[in-house]
């Protein structure tokens, strides 16, 4: 069964600082990894997927995300956090076969401090 | 072009009682699928239809169910409610052509249920 494990719960930087959310998966096939971000009282928005097309995936808002197969990762970076980066991230696999069926990650929050 | 629109936002039920959520997907999207979101256990998918016919179904009990109408707009019931079944629950819609590396899911905002 596909699955991801996000490190971390919470997860606190500086204005301005690096941004690392951290995310592993685990699946027997290539992977459709996701990273989506959930601002309170809304849905979720995808920030970017990785299809395999390419290792190095740029997403909105800044954000990026390397799919390391030899480590099963998927991290979230961002160069530089602005405070409007203070939402909750959660990391996703799609099922084999459909792009419906997601498994989303425990998610972490993201507090950006001045 | 208008994104996916849940109602209602909020409700307060009590136990026992039954509710029925409405989600309509952004225009040509044929797939629409449900995701409850608790604290406790997470985001976790419900249930998924695609031209009126359920295609994927979660762990979940009977209690809880769907359907979609021809026009793609879809309804989720949850009968005989329990206090654990207080969640945001989540509608998302997609193209669904080309496979998942093609598709993302579109998420509505929610509707946020309560069961006193």
């Known amino acids: 069964a596909q699955s991801v494990t996000q490190l971390g719960s919470h997860v606190s930087v500086s204005e301005g600082a690096l941004v690392l959310l951290r995310c592993n998966y685990s699946?027997?096939?290539?992977?459709?990894l996701f990273w989506y971000v959930q601002y309170p009282n809304q849905g979720l928005q995808l920030l970017l997927k990785y299809t395999s097309a390419a290792t190095l995936v740029k997403g909105i808002n800044g954000f990026e995300a390397e799919f390391k197969k030899s480590e099963t990762s998927f991290h979230l970076t961002k160069p530089s956090a602005h405070m409007s980066d203070a939402a909750e991230y959660f990391c996703?696999?799609?099922?084999?076969?459909?792009?419906?069926?997601?498994?989303f990650g425990t998610g972490t929050r993201l507090q950006v401090t001045l | 072009k208008a994104g996916v629109t849940q109602t209602p936002r909020y409700l307060i039920k009590t136990r026992g009682q039954q509710v029925t959520l409405s989600c309509s997907p952004i225009?040509?999207?044929?797939?629409v699928s449900w995701y409850q979101q608790t604290p406790g256990q997470g985001l976790q998918f419900l249930f998924e239809?695609?031209?009126?016919?359920?295609?994927n179904k979660g762990n979940f009990p009977g209690r809880f169910s769907g359907r979609q109408f021809s026009n793609s707009r879809s309804e989720m019931n949850v009968s005989t409610l329990e206090l654990g079944d207080s969640a945001l629950y989540l509608c998302?819609?997609?193209?669904?052509?080309?496979?998942?590396?093609?598709?993302?899911?579109?998420f509505g905002a929610g509707s946020r249920l309560t069961v006193l």
């Open positions: 996703a696999v799609a099922h084999t076969g459909t792009a419906s069926k997601l498994t």
């Open positions: 699946s027997s096939v290539p992977p459709y």
């Open positions: 225009s040509g999207h044929r797939s």
């Open positions: 239809y695609f031209s009126e016919t359920q295609r």
């Open positions: 998302a819609s997609s193209l669904d052509v080309g496979g998942p590396g093609a598709n993302v899911l579109t």
